[in-house]
């Protein structure tokens, strides 16, 4: 039965590299469809820890991301809609980058653990300053290794461009042709 109900939830997940408007369009669009959307975990255990983070520390936020996931999609009717402000290709490059490596649990919750539909935020917005945050000179190679990841694991995807509403009318756009079951991989500018 459980495996029936996660067939019926359209999960939508918003992913990119850092300062590129996750958690707004998450918000925004979960807003628009009247649901829910997921927060990144990620930012809330950093923001509690009193040490540098680890390697190890990013599989915590995997599994926090996990475990937080699953507790919303229970918590929505079988067939809903369920945004994702982050997802497992995340961890994977981030560890990749910081730590030329990434852990294998990671490694196969990319692979296995699937959304219907990625939405990968453009590089378009400006850097904008957050003590989380590390790469602002490595945007344009982090986009392309989310890209790659993306192709390489033949995930649905669209890259979402535009300022404000015109980047949250893209993902809208986005969402209604998966919604009307349309499959293309294409650039909403």
């Known amino acids: 039965m459980e495996k029936e109900a996660e067939k019926q939830l359209i999960k939508v997940a918003i992913t990119g590299p850092e300062s590129t408007g996750k958690s707004w369009l998450a918000e925004h669009l979960a807003a628009h469809y ?14 509690q820890l009193q040490r540098p983070y680890t390697f190890n520390d990013i599989l915590t936020i995997a599994k926090g991301q ?20 982050t997802e497992f290709i995340v961890t994977k490059i981030w560890c990749n980058v910081k730590y030329g490596r990434s852990h294998s649990l990671i490694n196969r919750l990319v692979k296995n653990h699937r959304y219907d539909l990625y939405l990968l935020c453009d590089i378009d917005m400006p850097w904008e300053f957050d003590p989380l945050r590390e790469h602002p000179q490595q945007r344009e190679f982090l986009f392309d290794l989310y890209i790659k990841e993306l192709r390489e694991n033949h995930l649905p995807f669209k890259v ?12 809208i756009q986005a969402v209604e042709e998966l919604l009307s079951g349309e499959k293309s991989h294409q650039r909403f500018s």
Not at 160 to 171: M, T, V
């Open 34 to 47: 009247g649901t829910i959307w997921v927060n990144e975990y990620a930012r809330e255990y950093l923001e």
């Open 160 to 171: 979402i461009s535009g300022s404000g509403n015109k980047r949250l009318e893209n993902a």
């Open 66 to 85: 996990l475990k937080a996931e699953n507790e919303a999609a229970q918590s929505l009717p079988l067939q809903s809609l369920i945004f994702c402000d």
